[in-house]
Structures are given as structure tokens and as C-alpha cells.
């Protein structure tokens, strides 16, 4: 019997041990959405996978379609996005990815197929990358920018008008990023009112 497999960039998420020597792994990807993984004998030396699955990094990977679970077939590290991200303020980008990665794993419950998801987080790495000689006042604003982005794509919707606009917007500029400092305040209360009204 033969099976399709589907070629695809992605962003692990998280990644927990199953069985003896599997894992399974949360991916975001452009494509397919939020997909849940198993990588079998990934935990095993000779493993082949191992090498490219790891958390909170961009791979291109190649997925059959299980009953239960996708089967994770190859991974690989996603090097020329990768690079830029560890030469760039790695300890602040790092906490950033990882604030963002497990938001998003509480976000979303099963599994997505929304492709801006992906977008929004790849785009905001790359401003990151872009602006991490402007000092953390602009780190700030994108980072509660992703958010409320994210926050905006899953239905969860702020009534503020201003922090709306920002929302809507796709692009990363520089001066997106100045514009929005002024609305930081009421943008984190909308999200602690998100988060805690809907239990998230």
C-alpha cells in the first residue's frame, strides 16, 4: 500500500516521550496548520531524526497521514532561518520563542489548518531578527503585537479600535512597532482579559 506524503516547513512547538523510545511533537505548520507528530525510535541513538526535531525551531519535514497521529518520516533543521536566529540576541529571542510556543499550545485545542498562524510567527521572528539593535522598548511591542495578532486570528477579537488597526495589519515595520508603544497598556489588559475570561 502506498502513502502520500506531505512535504512541508514547520515550527516544533513542544515535544513529549511516547512509548519506550518515540515522541510525539506538536508542529505549526504553513501548510497543514497545527499538527500532532509521532517520530518513532526517535529516542534511540541510530535515529535519524533526532538530530533535526528539536523544540522551538523552524525544520522542513516530511509527514505520512496516521490514524491516530501524522508519522513524522524526516526532519531537518531549517538552517538559512535558523542561523539568522542564533546570531541575532539569542537569550531574548530564545524567551520570546518560547513564551510564544507555549501561548499558542494553549491557544489551540487539536489540530488547525489556519495558515496565518505560521505567519504571523515567522514574520515576527523576522522582525525580530531585523530590529534587535533598537533596544528592548521595540522587542516589547512585538512580542504583545504577536499576541494580540494571534490572539485576533483565533476569534479572540479586542473591542479597542486602535489596538484593532494594529491587529488587522500584517506588516512588521519599524515604525508599526514605535506606533504601537502607545498602546501597549491597553493591549496587555485586552490580553489578560482574553486569557482570563476564557479560561485559556
Given at each position: 500500500?502506498?502513502?502520500?506524503?506531505?512535504?512541508?516547513?514547520?515550527?516544533?512547538?513542544?515535544?513529549?516521550?511516547?512509548?519506550?523510545?518515540?515522541k510525539?511533537?506538536?508542529?505549526?505548520?504553513?501548510?497543514?496548520?497545527?499538527?500532532?507528530?509521532?517520530?518513532?525510535?526517535?529516542?534511540?541513538?541510530k535515529?535519524?531524526?533526532?538530530?533535526?526535531?528539536?523544540?522551538?525551531?523552524?525544520?522542513?519535514?516530511?509527514?505520512?497521514?496516521?490514524?491516530?497521529y501524522?508519522?513524522?518520516?524526516?526532519?531537518?533543521?531549517?538552517?538559512?532561518?535558523n542561523?539568522?536566529?542564533?546570531?541575532?540576541?539569542?537569550?531574548?529571542?530564545?524567551?520570546?520563542?518560547?513564551?510564544?510556543?507555549?501561548l499558542?499550545?494553549?491557544?489551540?485545542?487539536?489540530?488547525s489548518?489556519?495558515?496565518?498562524?505560521?505567519?504571523?510567527?515567522?514574520?515576527?521572528?523576522?522582525?525580530?531578527?531585523?530590529?534587535?539593535?533598537?533596544?528592548?522598548?521595540?522587542q516589547?511591542?512585538?512580542?504583545?503585537?504577536?499576541?494580540?495578532?494571534?490572539?485576533?486570528?483565533?476569534?479572540?477579537?479586542?473591542?479597542?479600535?486602535?489596538?484593532?488597526?494594529?491587529?488587522?495589519?500584517?506588516?512588521?515595520?519599524?515604525?508599526?512597532?514605535?506606533?504601537?508603544?502607545?498602546?501597549?497598556?491597553?493591549?496587555?489588559?485586552?490580553?489578560?482579559?482574553?486569557?482570563?475570561?476564557?479560561?485559556?
Amino acid at each position: 500500500m502506498s502513502y502520500k506524503i506531505y512535504h512541508s516547513e514547520g515550527f516544533i512547538l513542544s515535544g513529549r516521550p511516547y512509548g519506550e523510545a518515540n515522541k510525539v511533537f506538536r508542529i505549526l505548520t504553513p501548510d497543514l496548520g497545527l499538527v500532532n507528530c509521532l517520530a518513532q525510535g526517535i529516542r534511540l541513538e541510530k535515529s535519524k531524526l533526532r538530530f533535526g526535531a528539536s523544540v522551538r525551531r523552524f525544520v522542513k519535514i516530511s509527514l505520512v497521514r496516521g490514524r491516530e497521529y501524522w508519522r513524522l518520516i524526516h526532519v531537518e533543521l531549517d538552517n538559512n532561518f535558523n542561523n539568522l536566529v542564533v546570531d541575532c540576541a539569542p537569550d531574548g529571542l530564545e524567551m520570546f520563542l518560547a513564551k510564544t510556543a507555549t501561548l499558542l499550545s494553549r491557544l489551540i485545542y487539536g489540530e488547525s489548518r489556519d495558515p496565518d498562524l505560521y505567519e504571523i510567527l515567522k514574520g515576527a521572528v523576522t522582525a525580530w531578527v531585523k530590529n534587535s539593535n533598537d533596544g528592548k522598548e521595540l522587542q516589547q511591542s512585538l512580542e504583545i503585537l504577536t499576541v494580540v495578532r494571534l490572539l485576533t486570528v483565533l476569534g479572540y477579537r479586542s473591542d479597542d479600535k486602535g489596538i484593532g488597526l494594529f491587529a488587522e495589519a500584517g506588516d512588521w515595520q519599524r515604525n508599526t512597532l514605535a506606533d504601537f508603544k502607545t498602546h501597549l497598556p491597553r493591549a496587555v489588559r485586552s490580553i489578560n482579559d482574553v486569557l482570563q475570561n476564557s479560561h485559556l
